[in-house]
């Protein structure tokens, strides 16, 4: 049975409908239904009611600290079981980065000024957790920009643990995306073993959604069209590239789509 680690930014119910949030309950649903072996990530937005969701912390995959930019922050994992469906979820929380926080922009709709950290924390938080479960995921799915530093470091940093060795990445691109650049130290923080800092240099020091986008479409195997929004700049990118791209498909297709899609990557 093949395996796909799908990680969301935004999963419904747990947060407000949108394009991206209805996707990430979706998929998983539809691809575990096509007979694939699933597991599904998301950050733990501050928004989050826990009691509401059910969610409850997994004390044996917490307590590890993620250094980034000289700085520990401990990583904390939360699970939750989607109502009606057989589909869990694993949260990734910390206190500086998601707690009492909202998305991608505060209360005045000003995007944070560390959101590219917290892609980072993100990133390395679903990595790690993936590994300390054991699980080898024969596709990893990215939906949504905070999971857009995960492609580079499965295919960097990560590229010769057994849990990603052999892993394809697919990246889903949204029209959603943050309005501002991430703050200036972004790209020295995202630096981690394997992922160095020479790899940055081809994308700007304004380090905005479109570098990226570019970074995601560099380090993925294979890119969805959400929807006739989506950059046609970054889609470009992508077909420059050469990039094996989906279209995504109406809701009835979905299964027969993708399952095709992912066979194809994986050859």
Not at 10 to 17: A, Q, S, W
Request: proline share 4%; glycine share 4%; with cysteine.
């Amino acid at each position: 049975m093949k395996k796909v680690l799908f990680i969301n930014q935004e999963i419904t119910p747990y947060v407000p409908d949108t394009e991206m949030s209805l996707m990430g309950n979706l998929m998983p649903q539809k691809m575990q239904d096509a007979g694939y072996e699933i597991r599904t990530f998301m950050p733990k937005w501050g928004t989050i009611n826990e009691r509401r969701g059910q969610l409850h912390e997994v004390i044996r995959l917490s307590g590890m600290n993620l250094i980034i930019d000289d700085m520990d922050h401990p990583l904390i994992i939360k699970v939750a079981t989607i109502p009606q469906t057989r589909i869990q979820v694993y949260f990734i929380d910390n206190e500086d980065y998601f707690q009492k926080r909202k998305m991608t922009a505060d209360e005045n709709g000003n995007d944070y000024a560390d959101n590219g950290e917290r892609a980072i924390f993100f990133a390395r938080g679903v990595l790690e957790t993936v590994k300390k479960l054991r699980w080898v995921p024969d596709i990893i799915h990215c939906q949504g920009w905070m999971s857009a530093v995960i492609p580079f470091y499965v295919k960097t940093a990560y590229h010769e643990e057994p849990s990603f060795a052999n892993t394809k990445v697919v990246t889903s691109l949204f029209n959603a995306q943050p309005t501002c650049a991430f703050d200036k130290k972004f790209k020295q923080s995202i630096v981690y073993r394997e992922a160095t800092a020479d790899l940055m240099e081809k994308y700007g020091d304004n380090f905005d959604f479109m570098e990226l986008g570019k970074l995601a479409v560099d380090y993925s195997d294979a890119i969805v069209k959400t929807n006739d929004a989506v950059s046609e700049e970054l889609m470009s990118y992508a077909a420059q590239q050469e990039k094996p791209i989906l279209s995504h498909p109406t809701e009835d297709k979905i299964s027969e789509d993708y399952s095709n899609f992912y066979e194809q990557i994986l050859g």
